[in-house]
């Protein structure tokens, strides 16, 4: 079954700093995702991506964050400065058309 | 704002019995309805989608979709012990075509 592959499993930065979190869709999908879980919340939407630009980005994407395609296949999250608050598990999610998505295995973001 | 609203349990069934898991939400003119299953520290896992009012079976799982009323429920039949985990539900808003709006889950325990 295709799968969406994320990397790192598991980032710990300091506070300050930039991570770029990686994520690999499932070859034909056209849509991709980033969400955030904060530890016993919900899962958040930061921003949708389809067509290489930005669709839709919720209010916590703010100048803090990108995201780019850079080479047609890997989509990445950039953090710029990180905060403490910027800790949690961060999922990418791709969809094909009208159906639910598949999310990648997540990365545990830790900021110290 | 967009609300997805869920009791968070836990509940608590025994096992081969009926698991029934509620939602509710706030834009009456939401499309897409989503139930997903998360285990502890994992990502959200995809067990069905409902688009219009009724049932949708799949398996030991039934989704039921009441538009005019505003929720969706997921019943679980022959509850296994491996069923125990997070449901969550998620909505796509009228005025959107990417992202979800998560509810923050009921936690199911199945009892052996």
């Known amino acids: 079954e295709p799968e969406v592959t994320q990397t790192p499993s598991h980032q710990v930065t300091q506070m300050g700093q930039e991570v770029i979190l990686r994520c690999v869709p499932i070859s034909n999908h056209l849509y991709f995702y980033w969400y955030r879980q904060i530890l016993g919340q919900k899962v958040e939407f930061l921003v949708s991506?389809?067509?290489?630009?930005?669709?839709?980005k919720s209010e916590i994407f703010d100048d803090q964050f990108s995201v780019e395609r850079p080479d047609g296949s890997n989509f990445t999250l950039k953090i710029r400065s990180t905060k403490l608050e910027d800790s949690a598990m961060y999922f990418c999610?791709?969809?094909?058309?009208?159906?639910?998505?598949?999310f990648g295995s997540g990365t545990r973001l830790t900021v110290v | 704002q967009k609300e997805v609203e869920q009791n968070s349990g836990p509940l608590s069934v025994p096992e081969g019995a009926i698991a029934s898991l509620n939602c509710t939400y706030s834009?009456?003119?939401?499309?897409?309805f989503f139930w997903y299953r998360q285990y502890s520290g994992k990502s959200p896992e995809l067990i069905m989608s409902i688009y219009s009012n009724g049932d949708k079976e799949d398996g030991r799982f039934t989704a039921q979709l009441n538009k005019a009323s505003q929720y969706v429920s997921l019943l679980i039949r022959d509850s296994q012990p491996s069923d125990s985990a997070t449901y969550l539900c998620?909505?796509?808003?009228?005025?959107?075509?990417?992202?979800?709006?998560w509810g923050a889950g009921t936690k199911l325990i199945i009892k052996p």
């Open positions: 998620a909505v796509t808003p009228e005025d959107s075509n990417y992202q979800l709006i």
């Open positions: 991506f389809y067509n290489n630009e930005i669709s839709e």
């Open positions: 834009d009456r003119v939401s499309q897409s």
């Open positions: 999610a791709t969809r094909q058309g009208n159906y639910g998505y598949t």
